[in-house]
């Protein structure tokens, strides 16, 4: 599966922005995917996981903030990022997983999300 993620861009602290993650494919119902991001200086952290029935986890950091979702009929995942904070800061990136893979192993392209204070 191929991804493309978008959406990122300059927001304030506190307002709103959904990035989306767009996957070709016509088996994009099966995979796991994932949000990812990458701050500068840090290491690439998991953000939001959604299973292919839709359940998700979320990091600590951002449980309560974040909402991850998919259409698997547009092959779309979503991640709806209120109250943004400074820290939210990165390069967000989604990802795939295959069924019985042990790992994400299809990636996108990242999209930058700028938090300003």
């Known amino acids: 599966v191929q991804l493309q993620a978008s959406g990122g861009g300059l927001v304030q602290a506190g307002s709103s922005l959904r990035l989306l993650c767009a996957a070709s494919?016509?088996?994009?119902?099966?995979?796991?995917m994932g949000w990812f991001r990458q701050a500068p200086g840090k290491e690439r952290e998991l953000v939001a996981g959604?299973?292919?029935?839709?359940?998700?986890n979320y990091a600590d950091s951002v449980k309560g903030r974040f909402t991850a979702s998919r259409d698997n009929a547009k092959n779309t995942v979503y991640l709806q990022m209120n109250s943004p904070k400074p820290e939210d800061t990165a390069v967000y990136y989604c990802?795939?997983?295959?069924?019985?893979?042990?790992?994400?192993?299809?990636w996108g392209r990242g999209t930058l999300v700028t938090v300003s204070s």
């Open positions: 494919g016509r088996t994009f119902s099966t995979y796991r």
């Open positions: 990802a795939a997983r295959a069924i019985g893979a042990l790992k994400f192993d299809s």
């Open positions: 959604i299973s292919t029935g839709g359940s998700t």
